[in-house]
């Protein structure tokens, strides 16, 4: 156990911990490391409980937390985390055997998560990751939208298959089927997605990772979907990688010749887009983040994109935005720290003024204590996963590492002013709602932090 990560003290005591351990392939499944998250001996990272926080989060704590109700005896484990109108929304991932839908909380009472629903469970052999909800109102359809990220756990099963679902849950106690976005067969599924509304009209974005690559380019790794009339939704646009000048035409959708000599992989792992659904973000792994104009999504124009140093592995994995959509947020999940020709680290946050959007300007990078530590070999446990930003405030989850809060007021210099790391805990995602901070736990799920109402 390397006790150098547990230098905080708590005073948090008798949290529960949920023992069985998370696992999956890693995001990237095409390369050769085949790691698992959340793989035995990562919880020593947080076996001490810590809960610290300074300036505007200094009275963070724990007010509730809810595991995952158990279906036919079947423990499923958290996914991401999205709340609207007073509900959240937790996917899941592949524990057990996946099948685990999307679970919806009534946070009434944040003290007391209650599970009141199960949805987008209906297509065997899939996972659902990722959940975007907003009130919408077409000539269709009219309430609050729902749609869910499908992914195969194996693309031989002949039940599976991948896309994204639409549902109406206007109702959160019952929630209704109205359509599905269904890939190619080859193609694992959607990963991640989002859901924006622009003049009325709500669109979908999809990050399907290795389409380009498993359809030999008949689909690409991301589609921008008009979901107006959610029983029919309609593809409207695909990003080519191919455009790009640095892309050569042969680009067989994911092993690309870059300008450095390198041979690196290009997937679309994540997306979405700035408050106003006029940008979009695409995390395109060593590719960076492609940036498009879609403010006429019938229009879609590339803008421009982040690139790495030689040395550096990209993972651009998952973004968010700052400072009015001037500051660019990206992640990147870097778990192998000792791939041979980069640099020895585990993934760190990247930081860039993108007010020249053609010319992302690189402003700082945040890391945490645990990114240096290579130590621990191939292993989730240290990178760091999804960002949110909130104000001035961004808050990473950080699988073992807990979630860190990261005043981002001068965005050349972040500084940690916040921590939540319960003992055994293992976090997918966070997402800010109201005064409250959630948390979706792998091995816990769902957790509610409090936050000080000063937060900027």
């Not at 007391?112 to 297509?123: G, L, M, Q, T």
């Not at 939208?145 to 693309?155: C, E, K, P």
């Not at 939704?233 to 640095?246: G, H, N, S, V």
């Amino acid at each position: 156990m390397n006790k150098k990560h547990i230098v905080l003290s708590s005073a948090m005591a008798g949290l529960l911990v949920f023992s069985a351990t998370p696992t999956t392939f890693a995001h990237d499944m095409l390369d050769d490391a085949l790691v698992e998250k959340g793989q035995e001996g990562s919880q020593s990272l947080n076996e001490v409980p810590v809960l610290e926080g300074t300036k505007n989060v200094g009275n963070w704590k724990e007010v509730g937390s809810a595991q995952l109700k158990e279906y036919d005896g079947i423990q499923n484990n958290t996914a991401d985390v999205y709340a609207h109108d007073g509900y959240a929304y937790v996917g899941t991932h592949t524990r057990n055997g996946g099948e685990g839908g999307v679970r919806i909380f009534d946070l009434k009472d944040p003290s007391n998560p209650v599970e009141i629903a199960k949805f987008a469970d209906d297509i065997p052999g899939t996972w659902q990751e990722k959940v975007i909800v907003k009130k919408v109102n077409t000539k269709e359809f009219k309430g609050n939208l729902a749609v869910v990220s499908v992914q195969q756990l194996n693309r031989s099963n002949p039940d599976s298959k991948g896309g994204f679902l639409l549902y109406d849950v206007s109702n959160p106690e019952s929630p209704e089927k109205l359509g599905f976005w269904e890939m190619d067969k080859r193609v694992p599924g959607t990963h991640e997605l989002y859901l924006t509304v622009k003049e009325g009209k709500p669109f979908v974005l999809a990050a399907n990772p290795y389409a380009d690559y498993y359809t030999h380019g008949e689909e690409k790794d991301f589609a921008l979907v008009d979901v107006s009339d959610p029983s029919t939704p309609e593809t409207i646009y695909e990003f080519d990688p191919r455009t790009l000048p640095e892309v050569d035409e042969d680009f067989n959708g994911y092993h690309w010749n870059s300008p450095d000599g390198k041979t690196r992989p290009v997937f679309n792992h994540s997306t979405m887009t700035d408050n106003n659904g006029d940008t979009a973000l695409l995390s395109f792994w060593d590719l960076g983040t492609i940036i498009l104009d879609i403010s006429d999504p019938y229009n879609v124009k590339f803008e421009g994109r982040t690139d790495y140093a030689p040395d550096v592995q990209g993972s651009a994995h998952s973004a968010a935005l700052a400072k009015g959509g001037n500051v660019l947020i990206e992640t990147r999940e870097v778990y192998n720290p000792t791939k041979e020709g980069y640099e020895e680290s585990y993934g760190y946050t990247r930081i860039f003024d993108i007010k020249d959007k053609e010319n992302p300007k690189l402003l700082s990078t945040f890391k945490t204590e645990l990114v240096d530590d290579v130590e621990d070999g191939v292993t989730f446990a240290n990178t760091v996963h999804d960002p949110k930003v909130h104000g001035n405030t961004l808050y990473l989850s950080h699988y073992a590492g807990g979630i860190r809060a990261v005043d981002i007021t001068d965005p050349s210099n972040p500084e940690q002013v916040g921590v939540y790391s319960p003992a055994g805990g293992y976090f997918w995602g966070t997402f800010v709602d109201r005064n409250y901070v959630l948390g979706s736990d792998m091995n816990q799920g769902l957790k509610v932090l409090q936050k000080n109402n000063s937060d900027k």
